[in-house]
């Protein structure tokens, strides 16, 4: 992706749209790694977007209010046909797993991620409540939005976070297509990151 072509993108419909179009033909011939990790299989496509009626029901069953961006992204595309591809470093069995997370089979998933990266960093439901804390919500693996105002994307796995994308379409690109022309900052400190950032354990760090 060219860097103009990432400056661009925002939470737009017609972002996501872009990045629709795009990911499926570079998806068209797809070159798989002996490494671990879900891969995207060769010729994948993303699922139909979401009705209005079935992103309320989404955000009713996570108990989460989605931003507009996030809606945008859903209403656009709903998770890939096909599913990721585990190779386990040509040392194992393959195994199969979702990528980009969809409406409504991987709710117990992203109901997972949540509590596990809040516990990692020892964010309690009465934390978030008494002190503001935004709540996040991943869209791949350890890629979540943090839904304040800033809706910066951080890659949280567990306690190490890093700056991902400064929006959800920018942090979704950068999942798909190879960009040495990523931004590059320092996190801003939200609710959630001044929370983190007084705990011993959390690692807040820019990307590298």
Same mark, same amino acid.
């Given at each position: ?8 993108? /925002? ?7 872009? %990045? =629709?179009?795009?990911? *499926? ?5 797809? @070159?798989? $790694? ?70 409504? /089979? ?7 991620? %949540? =509590?596990?990266?809040? *516990? ?5 439901? @009465?934390? $978030? ?80």
């Amino acid at each position: 992706m060219k860097k103009r072509q990432f400056k661009k993108l /925002d939470n737009s419909i017609s972002s996501f749209q872009w %990045i =629709k179009k795009k990911s *499926e033909r570079y998806w068209q011939k797809v @070159d798989l $790694m002996e490494c671990w990790g879900f891969q995207i299989q060769e010729g994948s496509k993303w699922k139909k977007g979401l009705s209005e009626p079935e992103l309320e029901d989404f955000q009713k069953q996570l108990n989460i209010t989605f931003p507009e961006s996030l809606k945008n992204y859903y209403r656009t595309m709903n998770g890939l046909d096909k599913p990721g591809i585990d190779n386990n470093g040509g040392e194992g069995e393959i195994d199969f797993g979702p990528i980009f997370y969809s409406y409504p /089979d991987d709710i117990p998933i992203i109901k997972a991620r %949540i =509590k596990l990266t809040l *516990e990692a960093n020892r964010v309690t439901e @009465d934390i $978030m409540k008494n002190q503001n804390v935004p709540p996040i919500i991943p869209y791949l693996g350890h890629r979540f939005l943090i839904l304040d105002h800033e809706e910066t994307v951080l890659s949280m796995f567990g306690d190490d976070i890093i700056f991902w994308g400064g929006n959800l379409a920018k942090g979704i690109a950068q999942d798909i297509f190879p960009i040495r022309h990523a931004e590059k900052k320092k996190i801003e400190v939200s609710a959630l990151l001044a929370h983190l950032a007084t705990q011993s354990g959390p690692v807040l760090r820019s990307e590298e």
